[in-house]
């Protein structure tokens, strides 16, 4: 059964690092989407990305974040400069279409510590 | 914006047990979606229903709608100690396709 994937599953970084988390989403899906989840709070949407451009971003993503899709396959979540209160894990996940019938599926995530 | 809130934060049964989980929000919905959650893993798909639906099944699940009471719930009949995880409910806004994340049932079930 096709799923997203998520490298590295475990980031650990210096405050003022960028780090680069990296996914593949299901290879027929047309919408991407990042979310985080601080540890004990709720999964929170980031950024919805759909034919090349953001379609959705929440007050999170500031100018310290940047999505792409450098390839047919790949979509990355950058972060340029971290800091300690960036920690989470993040999870990327992708749906078939965006126009309220699709399922969205989520990746295992990758854990960003911050130090 | 709107919220899923789910209830109970915690629920704790015996293997064989029915349990049931609630979800409240706040705004017109295109539709809602439960995840599973073990700890420290991933989110798992479990069921979507949209916003003219009242009920669907899959499996074990049973889940419900009533968009008058902004509320759904989650039914897992017949439950085993694999079902022990955290349970969220996510709404999908009319417009826009953003899930917006409750904070989850812990739900535990005692073998």
């Given amino acids: 059964e096709p799923e997203v994937t998520q490298t590295p599953s475990h980031q650990v970084t210096q405050m003022g690092q960028e780090v680069i988390l990296r996914c593949v989403p299901i290879s027929n899906h047309l919408y991407f989407y990042w979310y985080r989840q601080i540890l004990g709070q709720k999964v929170e949407f980031l950024v919805s990305f759909y034919n090349n451009e953001i379609s959705e971003k929440s007050e999170i993503f500031d100018d310290q974040f940047s999505v792409e899709r450098p390839d047919g396959s790949n979509f990355t979540l950058k972060i340029r400069s971290t800091k300690l209160e960036d920690s989470a894990m993040y999870f990327c996940a992708s749906s078939d279409g965006g126009l309220a019938v699709y399922e969205q599926y989520f990746g295992p995530g990758t854990r960003l510590t911050v130090t | ?111």
Wanted: charged share 25%; proline share 1%.
């Fill in chain 2, 1 to 111: 914006s709107q919220q899923g809130e789910e209830d109970p934060q915690a629920l704790s049964i015996q293997e064989g047990e029915n349990a049931t989980m609630n979800c409240s929000y706040k705004t017109s919905i295109n539709n809602l979606q439960w995840y599973r959650q073990n700890s420290g893993r991933g989110l798992v798909h479990l069921i979507l229903i949209r916003s003219n639906e009242r009920e669907k099944h899959s499996g074990r699940l049973r889940v419900t709608l009533d968009t008058s009471k902004k509320s759904s719930s989650l039914l897992i009949t017949a439950s085993r100690a694999a079902d022990t995880a955290s349970y969220f409910c996510a709404t999908e806004e009319e417009y826009g396709n953003k899930l917006v994340f409750g904070a989850g049932t812990i739900l535990r079930v005692k073998s």
